[in-house]
């Protein structure tokens, strides 16, 4: 079936430095994508969307790419905190109110 | 600011037995949905519900389970004969549909634990 899935399950990287996390998705007819973020015990947060018709969104200190071509994603996010150690999930909708989630990267953010 | 809030946020079942979780969405948001999350697997969607009915629903969520909005307020998942299977974390979620999309605001989620 159709799946989204994440290339990296986990990622370090220096604060201050801009982390990029990446997910791959299969269904070509999906027409949205949110970026989430779970911090422990924590339900996901979102963080940022993107329709298909666009390329690039920016937000605060995120930037969603959307690469329709090959069906990727990715969220950059600059100047990594502390803050930002936490477990990121891409989603598409896949049609009506269903969510497909990708299983996640663990970000951590080293001092 | 707003928020999606659960009870329990754990519950101890037995197999066999009947669980309902409760939610109470945002106060303005006219989308809700149920997800679980098996212990170390992804986000997985269940229900979504608009306009007391459901609108989309997967392939996990089959005859056991049930959604309900009882009142104004809440909005309830109900598991009628629970299986090991079943354990896992239920985050409830709620959105109000924008031009943009759908922005979901999820809740801290009930660990259902089933022996």
């Known amino acids: 079936g159709e799946s989204v899935g994440l290339h990296l399950p986990t990622l370090s990287v220096q604060e201050g430095d801009n982390s990029i996390i990446n997910c791959a998705y299969s269904?070509?007819?999906?027409?949205?994508f949110i970026w989430y973020k779970q911090e422990s015990g924590k339900g996901p947060q979102f963080i940022i969307d993107?329709?298909?018709?666009?390329d690039k969104r920016q937000g605060q200190r995120v930037t969603v790419l959307l690469n329709k071509t090959v069906k990727h994603l990715s969220l950059q996010i600059a100047a990594t905190q502390p803050g930002d150690s936490a477990v990121y999930f891409c989603?598409?909708?896949?049609?009506?109110?269903?969510?497909?989630f990708g299983p996640g990267t663990r970000l951590s953010v080293l001092p | 600011e707003p928020e999606v809030t659960q009870t329990p946020s754990h519950q101890v079942t037995q197999m066999g037995q009947e669980v309902i979780l409760r939610c109470v969405p945002i106060?303005?948001?006219?989308?809700f949905y149920w997800y679980r999350q098996i212990l170390g697997q992804k986000v997985e969607f269940l229900v979504s519900?608009?306009?007391?009915?459901?609108?989309?629903k997967s392939e996990i969520f089959d005859d056991q389970f049930s959604v309900e909005r009882p009142d104004g307020s809440n909005f309830t998942l109900k598991i009628r004969s629970t299986k090991l299977e079943d354990s896992a974390m239920y985050f409830c979620?709620?959105?109000?549909?924008?031009?943009?999309?759908?922005?979901?605001?999820f809740g801290p989620g009930t660990r259902l634990t089933v022996t």
């Open positions: 979620a709620s959105s109000a549909l924008s031009a943009g999309g759908y922005e979901q605001y």
């Open positions: 269904n070509s007819a999906s027409d949205y």
């Open positions: 993107i329709r298909s018709n666009m």
């Open positions: 989603a598409e909708k896949n049609y009506g109110q269903n969510f497909v």
């Open positions: 106060s303005n948001h006219l989308y």
């Open positions: 519900f608009y306009n007391n009915e459901i609108s989309e």
